[in-house]
């Protein structure tokens, strides 16, 4: 199987953002559960390289990664990784944040790539927080104003 691990916010300072981190963890825990023969990492240059060195940190071989770091979008996940993944066989998998997986699962079959959902819970590990209560309110809405977008573009 492949594990489609996508990336979220930029890096700061070498770190990677919160909902990536979550992301990351999850695609960790994933891998250590034994399913998965290849994990296809997805996001803009700077994340997706942060994202497999938490990996490889992690202890998730480098040979079993493979990077997609063109994308600056769910929509241009979506494209490159599709190009990628036609030449590997499996069943595929995406992770994602809980939030942004409706989006993302659509975009993905948009672009050919028949993937299921493996969503982790980002919104709800973070909306415990108070401090991030506000900061998680502004991303759901901001993912409600995409996935209106995409509908508009034919994107999903």
Known sequence: DILILLGADDPTDSYIG??????????????????????????????????????????VPAENIVLENHSSSTHENALFAAEIL?????????LTSDFHMYRSLRAFRKAGVEAEPRPIPDVLKRGSDWPQRWPLFVALLTETAKITAYRLRGWI
């Open 86 to 94: 036609k030449n590997l066989p499996g069943r595929k998998v995406l």
């Open 18 to 59: 919160a909902s990536t981190y979550w992301r990351s963890l999850y695609g960790v825990r994933a891998w250590r559960a034994g399913r998965f023969s290849t994990i296809v990492v997805c996001g803009a240059s700077g994340i997706a390289e942060s994202m497999r060195d938490y990996l490889v940190f992690s202890q």
